[in-house]
Nanobody, 114 residues
């Protein structure tokens, strides 16, 4: 499985961005898909996850502002980020677990200016 993340950019605080992550194959059988983010010199931290049945989970820091979704027909994972804050500035990565293996996409930079 190859994952390709996109959609990052520079936005002002309070604005929105939508990240996308496209997979090289059919994601219908991929149960766990998630977004993580990484600050400079810090470990990646969990942001949100979704199962293939549509169950979602969010980190407390983004709950109520971010929405994770997936479109199995398009082999795509999304992260709608609203009410962005400067502390959301990070490199965002998509991740999936398939057949016991973990796959990561390359990161996409999100920068939120105050």
């Amino acid at each position: 499985v190859q994952l390709q993340a996109s959609g990052g950019g520079l936005v002002q605080a309070g604005k929105s961005l939508r990240l996308s992550c496209t997979a090289s194959g059919n994601i219908e059988n991929i149960n766990f898909m998630a977004w993580y983010r990484q600050y400079p010199q810090k470990q990646r931290e969990y942001v949100a996850a979704i199962t293939n049945r549509g169950s979602t989970n969010y980190a407390d820091s983004v709950k109520g502002r971010f929405t994770i979704s997936r479109d199995n027909a398009k082999n795509a994972l999304y992260l709608q980020m609203n009410s962005l804050k400067p502390e959301d500035t990070a490199v965002y990565y998509c991740r999936c677990i398939y057949n016991g293996e973990t796959y990561w996409g390359q990161g996409t930079q999100v920068t939120v200016s105050s």
